[in-house]
């Protein structure tokens, strides 16, 4: 009877070694991709809403500044989400008989506030706080994107633990003067590196701490 | 040490070997503190209440303790306990409105008037003041908002802006809960002064350096009054 296996075969056995890497290198490859994807992290996925809100609409067509409806950045942990009062505030005026502003005119009605789908959400043990983010000279777009392009919103970053250190770790690349903060369009100069130490100096920004766990976690 | 007791060491380092992958795997399940048993965030939906508001509403017809002394004009605009006169358009006689600011308005205050006026005031009544806003221009079919330039509201006392952000007038909704600070609707209202004098100043009083910005027509024109927050100057432009 023939020989089953060649000598050649024993370069085969050898190779074959290589899938023990291979294998598993490319399970925790496709495990990164995964929690990576936007099938994980919703980053780029419209979420459907009540009411098709397009901040594209509102924010860049009508210029109608971020604060009018998120009111409480400025001072509070939470940005805030507009009551039916401050939508009605201007739809009492304007389309006021279109069916897809039905649910707010309903709200306002009965009381019942209208039920948003959360386009950014973080583990209950992270406390971000954005008023001391927008006092300190981050625009809205560094985590939010160019929200005033977005006809139905959707979340812009991962919102990882690393997305966040890394600014955490090196403000100087993302700081902007205070009065660009709510500038959607705002463009970092090419001399930021510089830019960005000075305004640090000046608005009290200090790296040492900024990375300690009870910053975020407590 | 005998051969049974190696076998079952091996064994059980075996099944602990075995079951690291299923580790990593539960490291992913994290649950416990992703979610926790609380209201995270004022805005979460309630499953207690039955209009799913996690946030509640002040029991109408009380106040709290340090809110509003409602005689104080830095709080209403008014006159305290002044007979009289009716002042508002809607039938509601109010009282009367003070024409003083309660505290000695700064340069502070008219800067933070105007970023106040900018975000809430401007969409309707316009940068400018003049009733020309986006949202207005677009939509207001019955009515349009006041134009601060006239003579009505240019003789208006000053305790009639607080009071109408406060409380709403026509078909203008009450703003305070937009601008919940009694300083910051005193602001609007200096800053609403600003407006009207900026309309009817006489060139006399522009400062040399400005000038140029008034008779230079065109080019420059991307508005240095609000410097900083383009898209309440350019208009929204597409």
Redesign the interface.
Same mark, same amino acid.
Request: net charge negative; charged share 15%; hydrophobic share 30%.
């Given at each position: 009877m023939a020989q089953v296996f060649k000598p050649s075969a024993n370069h085969l056995a050898r190779l074959s070694l290589l899938a023990f890497v291979i294998i598993p290198g490319g399970l925790v490859g496709a495990g990164i991709a995964v929690s990576r994807s936007p099938w994980n992290t919703n980053v780029n996925v419209p979420l459907n809403q009540p009411v098709p809100f397009s901040h594209e609409h509102h924010?860049?067509?009508?210029?109608?500044?971020c604060?009018?409806c998120h009111?409480t950045v400025e001072n509070s942990p939470?940005a805030? +989400?507009p009551?039916t009062?401050?939508c009605?505030?201007?739809h009492?005026?304007?389309?006021t008989n279109s069916p897809l502003l039905k649910p707010v005119r309903e709200s306002y009605k009965t009381?019942?506030?209208l039920?948003w789908n959360r386009v950014t959400s973080l583990?209950?043990?992270v406390y971000f706080d954005h008023s001391i983010h927008v006092r300190k000279g981050i625009g809205c777009d560094v985590c939010h994107g160019q929200v005033?392009h977005m006809n139905i919103t959707f979340k812009a970053k991962t919102f990882f633990m690393a997305w966040c250190l890394k600014c955490h770790r090196d403000p100087a690349k993302f700081i902007r003067?205070k009065?660009?903060v709510?500038? +959607?369009?705002y463009r970092y100069p090419p001399d930021q590196s510089t830019l960005g130490k000075e305004l640090m100096i000046s608005y009290h920004v200090h790296k040492n701490g900024l990375t300690d766990c009870s910053v975020c976690h407590r | 040490m005998n051969i049974d007791n190696i076998r079952i060491t091996f064994r059980k380092s075996l099944a602990g070997l075995l079951s690291l992958p299923l580790l990593v795997m539960l490291a992913g399940c994290?649950t416990d503190?992703?979610?926790?048993k609380?209201v995270?965030?004022?805005?979460a939906?309630s499953t207690f209440f039955p209009?799913?508001?996690s946030a509640r509403m002040p029991v109408s017809h009380t106040v709290a303790i340090g809110q509003v002394p409602y005689n104080d004009p830095y709080d209403t605009g008014m006159i305290p306990n002044a007979t009289g006169v009716s002042v508002t358009e809607t039938g509601v006689s109010r009282g009367r409105f003070v024409n003083a600011f309660p505290f000695k308005v700064t340069k502070q205050d008219l800067l933070r008037g105007q970023s106040q006026f900018?975000?809430?005031c401007s969409?309707?009544h316009g940068v400018l003041g003049d009733g020309n806003g986006?949202?207005a221009i677009?939509?207001?079919?019955?009515?349009k908002p006041a134009n601060f330039h006239t003579e009505r509201l240019i003789k208006s006392p000053v305790g009639r802006f607080f009071d109408v952000i406060t409380n709403g007038y026509g078909?203008?909704?009450?703003?305070a809960?937009?601008i919940p600070n009694p300083r910051d609707r005193w602001d609007i209202a200096a800053y609403i002064r600003v407006l009207q004098f900026s309309q009817q100043a006489p060139l006399s009083v522009v400062p040399k350096s400005r000038m140029k910005e008034l008779t230079s027509s065109g080019s420059d024109a991307s508005n240095p009054v609000v410097?900083?927050?383009?898209?309440?100057t350019?208009?929204?432009a597409?």
């Open positions: 924010v860049n067509e009508l210029g109608i500044d604060r009018y009111k939470y805030g +989400m009551s009062h401050t009605m505030s201007c009492s005026q304007v389309w009381g019942v506030p039920v583990p209950d043990f005033n003067p009065n660009q709510f500038n +959607m369009e | 994290h503190m992703w979610v926790q609380k995270d965030h004022p805005f939906r209009d799913q508001s900018n975000i809430y969409p309707c986006m949202v677009r939509g207001f079919v019955h009515q078909i203008m909704y009450s703003y809960s937009s410097s900083g927050e383009p898209y309440t350019s208009g929204g597409q």
